[in-house]
């Protein structure tokens, strides 16, 4: 026994459980020093770029671009466009232009160049974990690590971070910003499909996901209704119900602590999503509620079946039938939420408790979070397949078009 404690104790403190040069299979990276720092630097100014505050003009966008391309996809390998197709030609004699200039020399350039531009770049607020990375989304969702913790952050305050299934570009947003977002994912959901996943493979034990503003999230975008695909509303509902389900399952297999910071209200699916979450924490001004009735629609996030065995089934059945809206006092109460903390302290008090969390033994957390959810993962996923289902006919239901109708016209509020 005390040469097994010997051998584990000499393991941790020589450093070995955290050096950098691990095994791929942990899901941890290798490769040397310098070349690390190469790539997190340069990713670094990728998100850096999003937060200038001034916009560069177009001659710096383009040089930005044409270096992107180069530092990503070597020296420019694709055909001219035509003389009339103006604007990616110019993007293309830019890329055209950097020659056979070598990937890491690009890279340099992009960072040395953003870092020019960044001095008036935002700082973070001051009780979040300290971001030393920041991985590349769309500006609707901000993703950093630091402190042991990846933050996903829902950022589309002012439409109360209702979740797109378009690329809607705010007017604020410069060209630079829709030019980042051609090398990135197109949605909300995409984005934080994404993010979950890089989250499950990367260093941070703890992952949360919470919201800018006054709302945690207002649930699905209604007006992802509006533009229709070629198919038709029929190709609309079949789209929307398999990006529903690849959504909801990288929650249920999610590897590590997941937990939900939630900031303010909550509607519709960032609701029944919580079921699927490690830990819940609420302000006290937060609200739940989950308007299906309401909308012709049905429940989705596998709440028919984590809402009933959280809650019991007559209080699941005012939620989910009638659109009952829970206090974040009366949520946890119910078992929805974790801990209710006052608004003038939320921040402060759940980062300080997370920061601490995320020093306990990275793997003993996965371990046990596998333990208690893996019995449950086959019935999840069956429940979120049969639950995408049954959505789909609902969103071809008059009832449903009548209802997001009705919202688009401003003549209810759910
Ligand atoms: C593909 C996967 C599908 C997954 C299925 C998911 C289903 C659900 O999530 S169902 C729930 C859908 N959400 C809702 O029904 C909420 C609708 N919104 C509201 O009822 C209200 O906006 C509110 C209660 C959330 C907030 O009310 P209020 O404080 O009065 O603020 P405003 O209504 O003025 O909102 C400001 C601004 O934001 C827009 N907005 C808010 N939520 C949504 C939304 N879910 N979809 C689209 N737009 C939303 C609102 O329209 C306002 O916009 P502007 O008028 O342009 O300022």
Redesign the pocket.
């Known amino acids: 026994m005390a040469g097994f404690a010997g051998r584990l104790a000499r393991c941790w403190y020589s450093g070995f459980l955290r050096s950098p040069l691990q095994v791929p299979a942990l899901g941890l990276h290798v490769g040397g020093p310098a070349m690390q720092t190469s790539q997190k630097d340069f990713n670094n100014a990728v998100s850096q770029l999003k937060l200038l505050k001034e916009d560069p003009g177009n001659e710096v966008k383009l040089k930005l671009y044409a270096l992107y391309k180069q530092a990503t996809e070597g020296p420019c390998n694709v055909p001219k466009p035509g003389m009339l197709d103006f604007i990616n030609k110019t993007k293309w004699d830019a890329w055209n232009a950097l020659g056979s200039l070598s990937k890491e020399a690009a890279r340099q350039n992009y960072v040395d160049l953003v870092s020019k531009l960044s001095a008036s770049s935002e700082s973070p607020s001051p009780e979040a974990p300290a971001a030393d990375r920041k991985q590349p989304e769309s500006d609707s969702l901000v993703v950093t690590s630091g402190d042991g913790i990846t933050t996903i952050r829902l950022n589309r305050p002012?439409?109360?971070n209702?979740?797109t299934?378009q690329v809607t570009p705010s007017a604020r947003e410069s060209i630079l910003l829709v030019l980042s977002r051609l090398f990135h994912s197109k949605t909300m959901?995409h984005d934080i499909i994404a993010a979950l996943q890089a989250a499950s493979k990367d260093e941070s034990p703890i992952t949360v996901l919470t919201g800018s503003g006054d709302?945690f999230c207002?649930?699905?975008?209604?007006?992802?209704f509006t533009s229709l695909p070629a198919g038709g509303p029929e190709e609309m509902a079949r789209s929307?119900a398999v990006?529903?389900r690849d959504?909801v399952n990288c929650f249920i297999d999610f590897p590590k602590p997941l937990v939900a910071v939630v900031n303010g209200?909550a509607?519709?699916?960032?609701v029944t999503i919580l079921g699927l979450f490690d830990v819940v924490y609420a302000t006290d001004r937060a609200t739940f509620h989950?308007?299906?009735s309401?909308?012709g629609?049905s429940p989705?996030g596998c709440s028919s079946y984590t809402f009933p065995k959280i809650m019991g089934s007559s209080k699941a059945a005012e939620m989910l039938l009638f659109g009952k809206k829970l206090t974040a006092q009366e949520a946890c109460a119910q078992g929805l939420v974790t801990e209710v903390f006052p608004d003038s302290t939320f921040q402060k008090e759940v980062w300080a408790r997370l920061k601490a969390y995320s020093k306990l033994p990275p793997n003993a957390m996965r371990i046990s979070k596998q333990i208690i959810r893996d019995r449950e993962k086959e019935k999840l996923h069956a429940v979120n397949a049969e639950e995408s289902n049954v959505?789909r006919e609902r969103w071809l239901s008059d009832e449903c078009m009548n209802a997001i109708a009705s919202?688009l016209s401003?003549k209810s509020?759910?």
Do not use: C, M
């Open positions: 002012t439409k109360k209702a979740l299934t959901y709302y207002s649930g699905n975008d209604l007006t992802n929307s990006l529903l959504f209200p509607v519709g699916i960032s989950t308007p299906f309401h909308l629609q989705e959505l919202f401003r509020k759910l």
